[in-house]
């Protein structure tokens, strides 16, 4: 059972933008936290975004400024807008939900940023 439903990744040129969309299936409840993460070749996975159900933000330093993290607690989603894209922004990035019993994630969507 997919629990968590990404979409919005693709192939941009450097300098473009693309959103990320993620919504959590009903089997969900009690989300305390969503967000983003992204795993490159060869890297461990990082922490891109993350936003809690009660709007506190925190971003990663590569990021700040260029991504906007928002959610949605009714429907149980999340958005990244990522904007001036770079090369190094290339990855299979992750949706995760948090609550107090397990840690959910995606199945990821590929982003790739061109030179």
């Known amino acids: 059972q997919v629990q968590l439903v990404e979409s919005g990744g693709g192939l941009v040129q450097a300098g473009g933008s693309l959103r990320l969309s993620c919504a959590a299936s009903?089997?969900?409840?009690?989300?305390?936290?969503m967000g983003w993460y992204r795993q490159a070749p060869g890297k461990q996975r990082e922490l891109v975004a993350s936003?809690?159900?009660?709007?506190?933000?925190d971003y990663a330093d590569s990021v700040k400024g260029r991504f906007t993290i928002s959610g949605d607690n009714a429907k149980k989603a999340v958005y990244l807008q990522m904007n001036s894209l770079k090369p190094e922004d290339t990855a299979v990035y992750y949706c995760?939900?948090?609550?107090?019993?397990?840690?959910?994630w995606g199945q990821g969507t590929q982003v790739t940023v061109s030179s």
């Open positions: 995760n939900a948090v609550n107090s019993w397990s840690n959910y």
């Open positions: 009903r089997s969900i409840f009690s989300i305390s936290r």
């Open positions: 936003i809690s159900s009660g709007g506190t933000i």
